[in-house]
Each structure stands twice: as C-alpha cells, then as structure tokens.
C-alpha cells in the first residue's frame, strides 16, 4: 500500500470529512420532515469495504451513528455476498433495528461505491423518519410488545438496481405511512445525498488515486487507536462501578437496573454491563448494535479529541451479557432505545468520575421526551406532530452546566417552536428555562425547560414516551441531582399525570386543552459549599432557584452579596 506523508494525510482526511458533511448539508436542505431539516436527526458516512467500520463521518450527524452505521452496513455486506449481484448503483434501503441499530424510524440506505470494478468503500445515509406506520402516529408505542407494534419492519432490499428505483419497493414503503408526502420528500433526500458522495468521491479518487485514498483511511484508522489508547493511558488502572435505573417498560411498573463496571489496565479501558436487567416485555431494550455505538459516544464525551473513526473502539472492550436489556433479539421492541442509551450514557459518567471526574460532567436530562400530538385536518388529511425536547446538561470542573440543550446522544437542534406551530394546529403557550431544576454545585447542572402545547383542531391525540420521572439526573464529585422529569395533561375535569409517570398513549384532546412538559436539569458539580456567593447571588436574581432553596443548598452569604 502507498505510503502517505502527513500533509497529504491532513488534506485527505479533510476533504473526505467535508464529502460526509455536503452530504449532511444536502439532505437538510432538502428534506420534507422537521426531525431531519430542523433537528438534523441524520447523518452520512463512509464505511470499510469489508467490514463496514466507519472510516469518516460528518460533524452534523449525529454521534449515535457512528457506530451503528457500521453494522448497518456490514448488514449489507452481509446481504450482497449471499444474493451475489452487485453493481455499480445498487442501493440498499432498510430499518431493522435488531440488525442495523436505533430503532424503526431511523431509514438507512447503503450503496457501495465502485472503482475500476472493485467497492472501494461504502456511502450510507440515515435520518428519522416522520412515521413508518405501526399503531403510534410518529412510531414512539410505550405499550409496544413487539417491534409489529412499533412501525414497518423493512430488511435490506434494493431500493435502486443499477441506478433504476424499484418502485415497488417504493410503494410498499408509502402505503405504511401517515404522512407520505414526508416520506417521498426524505427518500429523495437522502438518494441525492449518496449521489452527490458518489460524485464527490470520484473527483477524490481522480485527483489523487484510488491507493493513495486507501492508504489515508488506514492510517486514519490506526491514528485513532493510537490517540484513543493514549488517553486511556492517562487513566488510573483500577475498576469503578455505576448503577442508575430506567423508570419502567411502559407495560410493568417496576424500575429496571442499568449497571456498569468500568476497568483500565494500561491502554486498554472495559465497559462491563453483567448486572443490567433482562430483556423485558415493553420496548426500552435495544439492539447490541445500539449499545455498542452508544459507548463510543459516552467515550467521546469523555474525550472530545477523538475522531468519528472505528479505529478509536479498537482499544474498548465491551462486555454486554446475552438476553439484557442492551442485547435484545427480534421481534423485541426497541422503539424507545433513545431513553435506555441516555441511561448508559448516565451510568458511565458516573463511573468515570470516580476514576477522573476532572474529565466527567454531572449527568444530563436524560430524555428526550417523545411527544407525538396527531390528528385529522378538515379536509380529512392526517397531521403528526413528532417532537423530542431539551433539558438541562450536567455541570464540569469548568462551569455551570448548558441551560436547556439538546441530548448528549446528538448534535440535533430542537425543532423551534415557529416551524412547529406553522406545521401543526398547535400553539405553545409556555416555553421557558424551568427555574430550580438544575442541581445544586459548585457549578450548578443547567436548567431543563417548561413546554406547554395547546391544541387548535377541534380533537387530537397524544403520545408521550419518556423518562426520568422517578429517577432524578445525578450530580457528581459532590454535586446535587437534578429535577424530575413531569408531565401533565388537561381533561375536562382538570389536570392528569400517567398512571407510569413518562409513558402513555392515546390522551384524548379537544379543542383548547393542553399538554406540559417540564424536564428535568442537569447534575451538579462539586460540593455546594465551594460556590462562589456571587454566582448563587446571580442565580437567585436570574430566577434560576428561589432564595430558600439557595439558602438551604448553599447557606445565606450570598444575600449579602445581593444587598
């Protein structure tokens, strides 16, 4: 293989980052769905030929799926050698959760891209979906059983052969949708996003040749091991363990364990997850493919000087026992994987901050509070409101922790409430930073946020799927927990919580009636005594906690401040 000097190495690894980010660019741009064009829940990337490793991916995908793209391909790999017919233009197109991750919302289309007759890499895309059928308008089903529940289930098919759209296949997708206008517009999407990589990628190759290219992905490769393993070096050896708890299933209302043991020895870092529950009835399980990729981004937030590189995981053990939670087999469902992989996200932290807690912040929010709001406009056309929601982000050694962001799983904005209210008849009544929620520190956890929707049709539906109701967001090194997660409902005869305190389906609306949210904070940072009395001073002043819990958390100095 060509040898690649370092200069070489930097252009090339920047020109093919900025491919995987044009991509990104011009799926949200141009798709039909806010979850996509607002949120940016998307991403796109090029994978190993063989074994359909991420080799780059863009900066405004989202983090989740950087791993688990790479089983999505490999799914295909996988696919194409059985079928044995590939070529150039084939596209696959599937959402099998249990064998490409996340769950049944996330489309994927892979296509292999070919030089001189011989895949040279693969493109792939991915973005949520507005609704691919199932019982749930917007396919978030906290009662689902089983993935049947939950929307269509597509293995990989060939979307395009040669180039040429198989319409059939088109079809079947759009007649198993509320919202087919949507689906079309983001199909579209994102084949014109594997066409621009294709295109992309040639002018690449013709400019600096096929072995060259193939010689920067190996050495990008084996760079992040390196970096990777360097920072685990800089690790105490030792063994630290975390637990925290997920509310319930959505069927049973019983709390279920997440647990980790985190072990360094040396340059090599174990993620040990013996202890978690087994898999269970409702659909908080996921995919192995989905907890796997969830480590890397736990790994990342930890150190952020490490690539969207497969390379980096090569210096990771992962330890997931068979039948968990976090290994679940089809048909279980997995819709709601967003909530559990916040939950392992949770728990590693608070396992690192033993060993380092100069690296860690306190825990974040901790859901994404799936809201889905559906009903009929006059003309009889079904509207879905599907939404996630922020909170607040954990404090660190260096701050307060980010009032009102959006999950550490992504880099996905929260869809305005301007496009949500042109989109839908809905008016947001309250959107506001949610005072008090934050916990209490030396740096104080960010403030999660207070949503109020109410409905302007003269019916709708509503459908929430969330978390951290029972289970406040943790501080570390010191730091308080955060709020609880709440949601409320308006009925004629007043305000009402779920019977499962995150998790319900089919509220009944009228015309007037309202839905509220408010979510939880961060975790705290450090002990409370170590705050400065002017920033407590500052936070009473700013509404963000009200002067007796200041007093409490913190003592009464800073009121002497404020005079």
């Given at each position: 293989?060509a ?18 980010d044009?991509?990104?660019a011009?799926?949200?741009r ?26 780059v991916?863009g900066k ?12 999505a391909?490999k799914a295909v790999?996988?696919?194409a ?5 590939l070529?150039?233009?084939?596209t ?17 289309l892979?296509r ?45 098919v060939k ?18 949708t509320r919202?087919?206008?949507?689906a079309?517009?983001?199909?579209s ?22 072995e ?9 490769g084996?760079r ?14 030792g ?29 090599k870092?174990?993620l ?5 529950a087994?898999t ?47 290994s679940?087999?089809?048909p279980?469902?997995t ?12 728990v590693?932290?608070s396992a690192?901050?033993q060993?380092?807690p100069?690296?860690?912040?306190g825990?974040?929010?901790g859901?994404?509070?799936a809201?889905?709001?559906?009903g ?10 599907f ?14 922790g ?12 929260i ?7 042109s989109?839908?008849p ?35 539906e ?18 308080g927990?955060a ?18 305190t ?10 007037g ?13 450090g002990q409370p005594?170590?705050r ?9 002043s ?5 002067a ?13 401040v404020?005079?």
């Amino acid at each position: 293989m060509a040898e690649i000097d370092p200069i070489t190495l930097a252009v090339l690894a920047g020109r093919m980052e900025q491919i995987a980010d044009e991509m990104d660019a011009t799926l949200f741009r141009s798709a039909f769905n806010p979850i996509i064009a607002e949120a940016h829940d998307a991403s796109h990337g090029l994978y190993d030929a063989v074994s359909g490793d991420t080799l780059v991916q863009g900066k405004s995908g989202l983090p989740i799926f950087v791993g688990v793209m790479a089983f999505a391909v490999k799914a295909v790999i996988d696919k194409a050698a059985q079928d044995k017919t590939l070529a150039p233009g084939d596209t696959w197109i599937f959402n099998d959760a249990h064998i490409g991750g996340t769950h049944l919302s996330d489309m994927r289309l892979v296509r292999p891209y070919l030089r001189d007759g011989e895949i040279f890499c693969y493109l792939a895309s991915v973005g949520h979906w507005h609704d691919v059928g199932g019982p749930v308008p917007g396919n978030y089903n906290p009662s689902a059983t089983e993935v049947f529940q939950e929307a269509l289930v597509l293995p990989p098919v060939k979307l395009q052969r040669g180039g040429e759209l198989q319409q059939d296949v088109v079809d079947i997708i759009l007649r198993n949708t509320r919202m087919q206008q949507s689906a079309m517009g983001d199909l579209s999407g994102q084949m014109n996003a594997l066409d621009l990589g294709v295109r992309r990628m040639d002018a690449l190759l013709d400019e600096y040749g096929a072995e060259t290219v193939k010689a920067a992905l190996v050495a990008l490769g084996d760079r992040a091991e390196t970096l990777a393993r360097s920072e685990i070096s800089e690790m105490p050896d030792g063994r630290w363990e975390a637990e925290d708890f997920m509310d319930n299933d959505g069927i049973t209302d019983e709390a279920l364990p997440v647990r980790v043991a985190l072990e360094v020895q040396g340059d090599k870092l174990t993620l040990d997850f013996t202890g978690t529950a087994p898999t269970c009835a409702g659909p908080i399980n996921i995919a192995r493919p989905t907890a796997i990729a969830c480590c890397y981004v736990a790994i990342k937030h930890i150190f952020p000087s490490l690539p969207a590189n497969a390379g980096v995981m090569r210096s990771i053990d992962i330890k997931i026992p068979d039948n968990c939670l976090l290994s679940a087999e089809y048909p279980l469902p997995t819709g709601g994987y967003t909530e559990t992989i916040l939950r392992m996200i949770d728990v590693i932290f608070s396992a690192a901050a033993q060993a380092m807690p100069e690296k860690v912040v306190g825990n974040a929010y901790g859901t994404i509070n799936a809201l889905s709001i559906a009903g009929r406009r006059p003309d009889g056309k079904r509207w879905v409101m599907f939404s996630f929601y922020g909170g607040g982000h954990g404090g660190s050694i260096e701050s307060d922790g980010l009032n009102h962001g959006s999950a550490p799983i992504s880099t996905a904005t929260i869809p305005p409430a301007e496009i949500l209210e042109s989109a839908y008849p809905v008016i947001f009544r309250q959107w506001a930073l949610r005072d008090g929620s934050g916990g209490t520190g030396m740096h104080r956890g960010g403030l999660g946020a207070v949503y109020e929707i109410e409905v302007m049709d003269e019916s709708a539906e509503a459908f929430l799927f969330g978390e951290r109701g029972r289970f406040a967001p943790k501080g570390i090194a010191g730091g308080g927990d955060a709020a609880k997660n709440v949601f409320h409902y308006e009925q004629d005869d007043g305000w009402h919580e779920p019977a499962l305190t995150s998790k319900m389906v089919g509220i009944p609306l009228k015309k007037g009636q309202r839905v509220r949210l408010e979510t939880p904070g961060g975790g705290g940072y450090g002990q409370p005594s170590e705050r400065p009395a002017a920033q407590v001073a500052r936070d009473v002043s700013l509404g963000y906690i009200d002067a007796a819990a200041a007093d409490e958390a913190y003592g009464t100095a800073w009121r002497e401040v404020e005079q």
